[in-house]
């Protein structure tokens, strides 16, 4: 039986071979990375290499060979276990009256001679001889040429290329991880990159361990996506190459300007240092840049493959043309540095006017998925002042995932429910969940589904936390999580909140609600917030501020975090 876990669901069936797919039957040796031609095939398949079929298939980084033979075989139908021998089947019962030699001859009626031309090459000798044995042994010696040259020798004269040639470019390079060094693998891309732009009407794809070499090719990607290879992730990168000649020259041929390269090269630097927090959160949402450079007045947020660009207005003192024309720099270089389309950045104005922070808004969301230590998002970029989730709480959801196993929990002023997910995630045994927003507890309700909760085991409360708070308490909850807005004030009452004035009282009636042996964590982030004496001295508190603050975040501190506990009375004598 062959049993798998995965999106929510279980798949179960029966595994009729007796060894991996992946073993075709043409490849005895691989050398020290090999791909596997699953994943070969996977990768095939999502840059749909065979709509319309390519004249000329030409992979510059061959290694055994194994993409240009799966890429081969698909182009001409061949059945993917077509080598494999039938003494490798399973001995199920329900095989014994079904004849592996009759599908096989089947399948072969199927097959078709090749119109595509295969060209490969590789810098390593020993490679290139084993990817000669290994198409030899699969019978494509007729149609795929292997030869030993540089990445440099990528030029479509070695080839040639006439107009009507429609090619595809593929190429799994090292990874990094298992072949070579960083500052050796940013050059191999960069010259990738270089020398597919001599190409016209070609397509470039790639596949590799790190996004950051997708975007290391300085090229902009159609598309990218992301799949796991057991312990690896690993992803695959689509490119238009030989755009027309206006299009080329605005995006790709010409250099940036040397007043962007400071900001350009912060957010290579960024990328590096943000490598491992995304790999440990298992994340592809992040704070790429906050106003690192004066100059540069933005914060920049990641959401998968899409920019979230926030453009603080400048002061009068600022000459407003140098500003706008800083602006214009930012739009038109950031997204093609980062490899991400244009149509999938969003920018906003970020102001201060009377005290309140002001957005460009627009009315049609644009809702994007992402993801954190297991959980899934939907962030809406376009709507609201905020996207849905706050990613400078990162920490906090890792700690509830750790930590909320059989505990009774309370999220007060939950916004759209993320913290509430990872207490649910984290196997709490009840989650109450309140807001006063209808809009944003909906969104609670849709996070709950698509993270594979039923929310009709879990509690969502639409009132005013302040009253609710106030009536009957009872202390049934072992954790309270409060994080409430700096100032609010709703319609329906002439009750405000001012977080630094009330929050020593909302503390309190927080404490009337927890259980014994119960603890809350309080959060905000109100620029100057002071925690009021009285409270460290009616309770056990622990700033959790610094801990609380992952990498992309330390440049300053986007909330205030404590961990406070009523103290017994034995404490408090």
């Known amino acids: 039986m062959a049993v798998r876990f995965g999106r929510g669901q279980v798949d179960i069936g029966v595994n009729l071979n007796r060894s991996p797919l992946n073993q075709r039957g043409y490849r005895t040796e691989g050398g020290e990375a090999p791909l596997r031609e699953t994943l070969a095939q996977v990768m095939l398949s999502r840059l749909k290499i065979d709509q319309p079929k390519p004249t000329v298939v030409i992979d510059p980084c061959c290694g055994s060979g194994t993409i240009l033979i799966e890429a081969c075989m698909r182009l001409s139908q061949i059945a993917p276990q077509r080598f494999r021998a039938s003494s490798q089947l399973s001995r199920w019962t329900g095989l014994e009256k079904i004849s592996w030699t009759e599908l096989v001859a089947n399948e072969r009626l199927q097959e078709q001679e090749p119109s595509t031309r295969f060209f490969g090459f590789d810098i390593n000798s020993d490679a290139v001889e084993r990817a000669r044995a290994n198409i030899e042994r699969a019978g494509l010696s ?3 040429t292997v030869d030993v040259a540089a990445i440099d020798d990528l030029t479509p004269e070695n080839f040639a290329l006439s107009e009507a040639d429609h090619v595809w470019i593929l190429a799994n390079p090292p990874y990094g991880t298992r072949l070579s060094r960083h500052e050796d693998l940013a050059q191999l891309y960069r010259i990738l990159g270089e020398r597919c732009k001599a190409f016209s009407h070609a ?7 790190e996004k950051e070499w997708i975007q290391a090719v300085g090229l902009r990607s159609d598309k990218k996506w992301e799949m ?6 690993l992803n695959i990168g689509k490119f238009t190459l030989g755009l027309n000649p206006v299009m080329t020259q605005e995006h790709d041929a010409s250099e940036p300007p040397e007043e962007i390269s400071p900001l350009l090269n912060r957010l290579t630097k960024n990328l590096r240092l943000r490598s491992k927090l995304l790999k440990k959160n298992e994340t ?3 704070r790429l840049y906050d ?3 004066p100059e540069y007045n933005v914060v920049i947020d990641q959401y998968a493959d899409y920019l979230h660009i926030q453009e603080y207005r400048p002061p009068k003192t600022v000459d407003s043309k140098r500003a706008n024309d800083r602006r214009q720099l930012i739009r038109q270089w950031v997204p093609k540095h980062l490899g991400i389309a244009l149509k999938h950045v969003v920018y906003k104005e970020r102001f201060r006017q009377s005290g309140n922070s002001q957005y460009e808004r627009n009315a049609e969301p644009l809702c994007v998925a992402v993801g954190e230590n297991g959980m899934h998002f939907e962030v809406n970029l376009t709507t609201y002042t905020d996207v849905g989730l706050f990613l400078d709480h990162r920490p906090l959801r890792r700690w509830l995932l750790e930590s909320c196993r059989g505990l009774r929990v309370l999220n007060l002023f939950c916004y759209t429910g993320a913290l509430s997910i ?25 996070h709950f589904e698509i993270n594979g909760l039923n929310p009709k085991h879990y509690q969502f409360i639409r009132a005013n936390v302040l009253e609710w708070l106030t009536e009957n308490p009872e202390p049934q909850f072992d954790l309270i999580i409060l994080d409430p807005p700096t100032f609010s004030n709703t319609k329906s009452t002439e009750q405000t909140l001012d977080i630094q004035r009330d929050h020593s009282a909302l503390i309190d009636a927080c404490l009337q609600w927890l259980a014994p042996n119960g603890l809350m964590y309080f959060s905000n982030n109100f620029k100057g917030f002071t925690l009021d004496e009285s409270v460290s001295e009616r309770c056990i508190v622990k700033d959790l501020t610094r801990a609380s603050i992952d990498l992309d975040f330390d440049r300053r501190a986007p909330h205030f975090l404590f961990k406070i506990s009523p103290k017994t009375d034995n404490e408090s004598v």
Request: positive net charge.
């Open 142 to 144: 007729q149609w795929i």
């Open 203 to 209: 397509h470039l794809g790639l596949i590799t361990s």
């Open 228 to 233: 796991q290879a057991g312990e690896m992730r």
């Open 284 to 286: 592809n949402c992040f």
């Open 291 to 293: 106003s690192d450079l």
């Open 422 to 446: 990872a207490a649910a995630k984290g196997l709490a045994r009840s989650v109450t969940s309140i807001d006063m927003s209808k809009t944003y507890l909906t969104w609670a309700h849709r």
